[in-house]
Nanobody, 117 residues
């Protein structure tokens, strides 16, 4: 069984940066996609950034280039670097991965990010 655990959430002021980290553990696994999603109060979950093992990234347009998945990832750890944070970025952020052979989606427990104005 695969588990994803996020860390790094917290309270920041608008314009500041924050880095979230995700660590996968469990029995042998291989992912076809890794990334991050978020859910703001009263809104649907939204994928904000994904990356393939080969390094192909995809970012939500709403991030306007402010979010990146840093290159210092490993097969079981990846991060989300968030710069120039805005109050509207306030949400619970979830680590996400899809099994390469099972096509099963895995989710972390979520970490709260709050951006004050």
């Amino acid at each position: 069984q695969v588990q994803l655990v996020e860390s790094g959430g917290g309270l920041v002021q608008a314009g500041e940066s924050l880095r979230l980290s995700c660590a996968a553990s469990g029995n042998s696994f291989s992912f076809s996609i890794m990334g991050w999603a978020r859910q703001a109060p009263g809104q649907q979950p939204q994928l904000v950034a994904t990356i393939t093992p080969g390094g192909i990234t995809n970012y939500a347009d709403s991030q306007e280039g402010r979010f990146t998945i840093p290159s210092d990832r490993t097969v079981n750890t990846w991060a989300l670097q968030m710069n120039s944070l805005k109050p509207e970025d306030t949400a619970v952020y979830y680590c996400y991965a899809r099994g390469a052979y099972t096509q099963k989606d895995y989710w972390g427990q979520g970490t709260q990010v709050t951006v004050s104005s």
